[in-house]
């Protein structure tokens, strides 16, 4: 008999319903053990209508989603699991207040944890095999030794065109190798940035992405997003491979914005539910549950040396997180409208966020002040006129030599120096251009709409090369 059947033999013995849930292998599930134990002695408090103290246990994502005390369930760790503490009154406030759960449901809900605490059978499968070795990946800040990351032997996808091209609601550039990630429906399509041809597509399942991101040496691909008011995810891809690395997150409405950190350990995420979670990308678990947001929240970036995690969202607040403990190092509060965007330059010193407020503004990361204000999308040498609201600025990039680019609601992209002079005005979108990037060496910029296009123009003449869609002939 091995040593973990002679550890849960006699709870087993002394209670029947764990002894069923362990029949033939069976795992100990969220779905089919754990919540009728929910719904008997805690769902009346605390459910989609009434969450006391905001937690609400009628679903997994909900439960895995804390509360105002913090996150509800430690996987792996019934006894540092608020769930499990106060049920079986360990600490204040004692759950139910008025009577105990039995012991026999509390034998399930703690060994439910031990086993990680999985929604399913088939999430406790994913649980056992979970634990992703980053070892194997080069960490690298600066420029990976050997040949950059490109796609090498892609998967074969078959997916149908859609009815017209999807919008550009993502859109990223690989740091070092001439690649361009660019999300369409249920897809992500990865784009050559010199030739223009398509290298492959990863699918995404899960819906829409609505972020993309490349690790910082170009080796991962992130993607981000769900159905919304429904389910939400982080996927994690091989560049070279195209094989899904790992999924981070369940939630129950879609993710809005997302990062991986420079050595891969971490993956940050936000959304509607205007909290900032970080997880350990190896294990899934979440480690920081960040409640300070006062609404979605809509943008994510850890700074290129990993010390620092900046968010923002859809009511102008911005934060800057120590990303190993989550503490707050600054508030950034100069925004009046919703932050669209971050982007840390390459030596982590400044920061810059751009917002529907109409202006960039560059953060110093020593003080949290902000140096620079650029009024990115309205007429050069207008004069401003506070009764006219100043076009919003839908995204802001810094390139590796620290020029900036932005685009937003005057349907035009623009390039801006180091010192915040406009270097390039670019023009002739038909509809609204939501994300602008350089391509890894700084000579292109690559500019999505809502059309589907993605235009691409040259930097050292301003012209435009060619143009992409989210919805590829085959």
């Given at each position: ?51 006391r103290s905001d937690l609400d246990v009628s679903t997994y994502a909900k439960l895995m989603a804390g509360g105002a005390s913090g996150e509800a ?402």
């Amino acid at each position: 008999m091995s040593k973990h059947a002679i550890a849960i033999l006699p709870l087993l013995l002394l209670f029947p319903e764990l002894a069923q849930a362990q029949k033939a292998g069976s795992p100990v599930t969220y779905k089919d053990h754990v919540l009728p134990i929910l719904r008997k002695h805690c769902l009346t408090c605390h459910n989609a209508d009434k969450s006391r103290s905001d937690l609400d246990v009628s679903t997994y994502a909900k439960l895995m989603a804390g509360g105002a005390s913090g996150e509800a369930v430690k996987p792996g760790r019934p006894d540092q699991s608020l769930l499990f503490q106060v049920v079986s009154h360990q600490v204040e406030p004692k759950m139910p207040p008025k009577g105990e759960v039995p012991a026999a449901d509390l034998a399930v809900i703690k060994k439910w944890i031990e086993l990680g605490a999985p929604e399913t059978a088939g999430g406790a499968a994913n649980i056992a095999t979970r634990r992703i070795d980053i070892d194997p990946v080069i960490i690298s800040r600066g420029k990976p030794s050997g040949p950059p990351p490109m796609p090498r032997s892609m998967p074969a996808v078959s997916l149908e065109r859609t009815e017209r091209a999807h919008p550009v609601t993502a859109l990223a550039a690989s740091p070092w190798a001439p690649l361009l990630a660019v999300a369409g429906h249920e897809r992500v399509l990865l784009y050559h940035t010199d030739t223009l041809k398509l290298l492959g597509v990863l699918p995404f399942p899960e819906r829409i992405p609505y972020v993309l991101r490349f690790s910082r040496n170009g080796k991962w691909l992130l993607a981000a997003g769900g159905r919304g008011a429904l389910a939400g995810r982080v996927v994690i891809w091989d560049v070279t491979t195209g094989k899904r690395v790992t999924e981070i997150g369940d939630e129950a409405d879609i993710v809005l914005a997302a990062d991986v950190s420079s050595d891969h350990k971490l993956v940050a995420l936000g959304g509607p539910g205007k909290l900032v979670k970080i997880y350990d990308t190896a294990t899934g678990e979440l480690r920081h549950r960040i409640k300070k947001h006062t609404d979605w929240v809509t943008a994510l970036e850890f700074s290129p040396n990993g010390q620092l995690l900046a968010s923002g969202d859809r009511n102008g607040g911005a934060y800057i997180w120590e990303a190993r403990t989550g503490g707050i190092v600054f508030t950034l509060g100069d925004h009046k409208e919703a932050v669209t965007s971050l982007s840390w330059r390459a030596d982590s010193q400044m920061l810059a966020s751009s917002s529907e407020d109409g202006r960039v503004i560059l953060w110093y990361a020593e003080d949290g002040f902000p140096t620079r204000t650029i009024v990115a999308q309205a007429e050069r040498g207008a004069r401003p006129n506070p009764r006219k609201k100043l076009p919003g600025v839908l995204s802001v990039q810094y390139a590796r030599d620290g020029q900036l680019t932005t685009c937003g609601r005057d349907n035009t992209a623009r390039v801006w120096k180091a010192d915040g002079k406009q270097s390039a005005r670019l023009e002739g979108f038909t509809d609204l251009p939501s994300h602008a990037v350089f391509s890894h060496d700084g000579a292109r910029l690559f500019v999505g709409d809502f059309t589907g296009t993605v235009r691409v123009w040259t930097l050292k003449d301003n012209q435009l090369a060619g143009e992409l869609t989210t919805n590829p002939v085959k």
